[in-house]
């Protein structure tokens, strides 16, 4: 399974961006997605992950109280609302099928993640 990322972009210190992760079947065969970062020079890194109904979600602690992950699977999508955003979220953003727990592992194929860039 290949999923698609995009919503990334340009934002200022303490705004707010909305990133989307399109897939298939979410309603006949639903899974636990999960978002990875790769900032340049470092390691790709779990952020936040949700399980097939919506109900379980795990974040990673540099982000918690500040992203919220969300799904729809009648639009077979989900979400990553990203509020008060840090230089440091600087990143490109991965959805990628997981197994969500605190603990975020990839079980998927990478799919082409978007760009997310804090700066003023």
């Known amino acids: 399974v290949q999923l698609q990322a995009s919503g990334g972009g340009l934002v200022q210190p303490g705004g707010s961006l909305r990133l989307s992760c399109a897939g298939s079947s979410f309603t006949s065969d639903p899974y636990a997605i999960g978002w990875f970062r790769q900032a340049p020079g470092k390691e790709r890194e779990g952020v936040s992950c949700?399980?097939?109904?919506?109900?379980?979600?795990h974040y990673v602690d540099s982000v918690k109280g500040r992203f919220i992950i969300s799904r729809d699977n009648a639009k077979n999508t989900v979400y990553l609302h990203m509020n008060n955003l840090k230089p440091e979220d600087t990143a490109v953003y991965y959805c990628i099928p997981v197994l969500c727990s605190s603990k975020i592992n990839p079980g998927g194929s990478w799919g082409q993640g978007t760009q997310v860039t804090v700066s003023s």
């Open positions: 949700i399980g097939r109904s919506g109900r379980l979600t």
